[in-house]
């Protein structure tokens, strides 16, 4: 798919596919306002990014699909306008311009502010972490209707100041308050007061910021909404209320032409139409869409759960080759997250929050060993970042102990694997790994943390701000 694949791959694609985008950003704003009440009276700080388009040799503009749907009719004629961003903001092609005035415009229009949006919920948290370094410059704008000489796109400079409308030092005043207080536990809600829930993909490698989005906003509902790709869009969450591990996407027959390749274990490759799947079985999806004769495999496993009359609903399983592996034992995208979550809990003990993670097969030494590469913050924002050794080691061996029967073995019995090692890394360092990713050619908008890394580039990244090292001091039981 476009950018999750780990490199950027290219599609036709026409004004369908912005249309479809737009009946389901419409069909997600009649559900939302279906369960959740006075939603539709409200304003929505969504984080979406646009980058510059380039241009094929015959003249064809190449984008990502996001920036696409930014750019198209359908985008600029939506029927109502409840962003708190002027779309010049939303079209500056500096990424950190857009950022910083997505903010400014949110914060100064706060009360009537019910929902934070952004279409993965890594761009949330990077939007928090962002505001950590500039929320003293942004009070000052919002005290003296000024914004910041930095700020050079004209034309977002310009819509700013319209929605400053003048200096507000009452305002400004309050959001330094709530700053300036010792944790930051329930920022979302404590900067804006009335949002009523949280809206972000916060399912497969999304998956990683829910204790992070919890915390920021005291636990007001996420609502994760659709399941999409550069390919197709797929569905949406008819159930915005259901908790983040209970979400499934009901498909939506009229978008491509779907079909599923078969993934349960011992009987693959079987393929079958939307209406002939199994509740239970694990499938691939299979795509044909109205842009060009083309079938994409998408390289994601869905499991139906159920369905919503006649429509099947999918529960996203992971990226299907994204696996850990250093001898005979295959780690999934699955293994991968329910090791690190069992590790989440022993770090609440501490003072500490995981911010980003990502992971690495290591076979240059023998033997070969994962690596998790760990970003902390500290729960209350003032203090310093102070790994506790017991408490690191101990996380490395409950990972260890979460992972496959064969992988424990392996490590265990004849010393194949080498102890499992925590990399902690300093504050920003994902963000380095997302801007390397983004020069690299991926989305703003659509970027995800990779759940492991193959670059050798992007490794140097990390590598280069590694902090303190943990391994593991026992072999799991098998
Ligand atoms: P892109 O490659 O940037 O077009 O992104 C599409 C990919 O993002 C899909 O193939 C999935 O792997 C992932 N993705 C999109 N929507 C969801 C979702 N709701 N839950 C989990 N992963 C998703």
């Given at each position: 798919?476009?950018?999750?694949?780990?490199?950027?791959?290219?599609?036709?694609?026409?004004?369908?596919?912005?249309?479809?985008?737009?009946?389901?950003?419409?069909?997600?704003?009649?559900?939302?306002?279906?369960?959740?009440?006075?939603?539709?009276?409200?304003?929505?700080?969504?984080?979406?990014?646009?980058?510059?388009?380039?241009?094929?040799?015959?003249?064809?503009?190449?984008?990502?699909?996001?920036?696409?749907?930014?750019?198209?009719?359908?985008?600029?004629?939506?029927?109502?306008?409840?962003?708190?961003?002027?779309?010049?903001?939303?079209?500056?092609?500096?990424?950190?311009?857009?950022?910083?005035?997505?903010?400014?415009?949110?914060l100064r229009?706060?009360?009537?502010?019910?929902?934070?949006?952004?279409?993965?919920?890594?761009?949330?948290?990077?939007?928090?972490?962002?505001?950590?370094?500039?929320?003293?410059?942004?009070?000052?704008?919002i005290r003296s209707g000024?914004?910041?000489?930095?700020?050079?796109?004209?034309?977002?400079?310009?819509?700013?100041?319209?929605?400053l409308g003048g200096g507000n030092s009452e305002l400004a005043d309050n959001i330094?308050?709530?700053?300036?207080?010792?944790?930051?536990?329930?920022?979302?809600?404590?900067?804006?007061?009335?949002?009523?829930?949280?809206?972000?993909?916060?399912?497969?490698?999304?998956?990683?910021?829910?204790?992070?989005?919890?915390?920021?906003?005291?636990?007001?509902?996420?609502?994760?909404?659709?399941?999409?790709?550069?390919?197709?869009?797929?569905?949406?969450?008819?159930?915005?209320?259901?908790?983040?591990?209970?979400?499934?996407?009901?498909?939506?027959?009229?978008?491509?032409?779907?079909?599923?390749?078969?993934?349960?274990?011992?009987?693959?490759?079987?393929?079958?139409?939307?209406?002939?799947?199994?509740?239970?079985?694990?499938?691939?999806?299979?795509?044909?869409?109205?842009?060009?004769?083309?079938?994409?495999?998408?390289?994601?496993?869905?499991?139906?759960?159920?369905?919503?009359?006649?429509?099947?609903?999918?529960?996203?399983?992971?990226?299907?080759?994204?696996?850990?592996?250093?001898?005979?034992?295959?780690?999934?995208?699955?293994?991968?997250?329910?090791?690190?979550?069992?590790?989440?809990?022993?770090?609440?003990?501490?003072?500490?929050?995981?911010?980003?993670?990502?992971?690495?097969?290591?076979?240059?030494?023998?033997?070969?060993?994962?690596?998790?590469?760990?970003?902390?913050?500290?729960?209350?924002?003032?203090?310093?970042?102070?790994?506790?050794?017991?408490?690191?080691?101990?996380?490395?061996?409950?990972?260890?102990?979460?992972?496959?029967?064969?992988?424990?073995?392996?490590?265990?019995?004849?010393?194949?694997?080498?102890?499992?090692?925590?990399?902690?890394?300093?504050?920003?360092?994902?963000?380095?790994?997302?801007?390397?990713?983004?020069?690299?050619?991926?989305?703003?908008?659509?970027?995800?943390?990779?759940?492991?890394?193959?670059?050798?580039?992007?490794?140097?990244?990390?590598?280069?701000?590694?902090?303190?090292?943990?391994?593991?001091?026992?072999?799991?039981?098998?």
């Open positions: 798919s476009g950018t999750s694949g780990g490199k950027q791959k290219i599609f036709p694609v026409n004004n369908k596919f912005f249309e479809d985008m737009a009946f389901i950003f419409a069909l997600r704003s009649s559900l939302i306002s279906k369960h959740i009440e006075g939603d539709e009276k409200g304003k929505v700080v969504m984080l979406f990014f646009a980058r510059e388009q380039s241009i094929t040799p015959c003249g064809l503009p190449i984008s990502t699909s996001v920036t696409g749907y930014l750019l198209s009719d359908s985008f600029k004629n939506r029927p109502s306008n409840c962003f708190t961003s002027p779309d010049e903001v939303t079209l500056c092609p500096d990424l950190k311009q857009t950022m910083y005035c997505h903010l400014l415009c949110g229009q706060r009360d009537e502010v019910v929902a934070m949006a952004a279409s993965f919920a890594s761009s949330l948290v990077g939007a928090v972490t962002f505001f950590e370094s500039y929320w003293k410059e942004i009070c000052s704008n000024h914004v910041s000489e930095w700020i050079t796109d004209l034309s977002c400079r310009e819509a700013v100041t319209n929605i330094e308050e709530e700053c300036n207080k010792k944790s930051w536990k329930g920022i979302i809600p404590r900067l804006w007061p009335n949002v009523k829930f949280i809206q972000s993909i916060v399912t497969g490698q999304n998956s990683q910021y829910i204790p992070m989005l919890e915390f920021y906003s005291n636990k007001v509902h996420l609502f994760s909404p659709a399941y999409g790709s550069s390919e197709t869009m797929f569905g949406v969450n008819v159930n915005p209320l259901c908790k983040p591990e209970d979400v499934s996407y009901t498909f939506m027959p009229n978008i491509s032409y779907f079909e599923f390749i078969l993934a349960d274990e011992g009987n693959k490759g079987e393929i079958v139409d939307l209406v002939n799947v199994e509740i239970g079985s694990y499938y691939e999806p299979l795509i044909t869409n109205y842009y060009g004769l083309h079938r994409y495999r998408m390289g994601d496993i869905l499991q139906v759960s159920g369905f919503y009359n006649n429509a099947p609903q999918f529960r996203f399983v992971g990226r299907k080759n994204l696996v850990l592996s250093v001898n005979l034992e295959v780690t999934t995208e699955e293994d991968i997250l329910k090791a690190l979550n069992n590790a989440t809990l022993i770090l609440q003990r501490s003072d500490l929050l995981l911010m980003g993670f990502t992971s690495y097969a290591d076979i240059s030494t023998l033997p070969g060993h994962y690596i998790f590469y760990w970003e902390l913050t500290a729960k209350n924002i003032s203090d310093t970042i102070k790994p506790d050794n017991k408490v690191l080691v101990e996380c490395c061996c409950v990972m260890e102990e979460s992972l496959s029967a064969l992988y424990r073995e392996i490590r265990s019995k004849d010393g194949s694997i080498g102890p499992l090692e925590i990399r902690v890394v300093q504050q920003g360092t994902f963000n380095s790994l997302m801007e390397f990713s983004i020069s690299q050619g991926a989305s703003p908008s659509q970027y995800k943390t990779p759940m492991c890394i193959k670059s050798s580039e992007a490794l140097v990244v990390l590598d280069n701000n590694v902090l303190a090292r943990f391994f593991s001091d026992k072999s799991p039981p098998f």
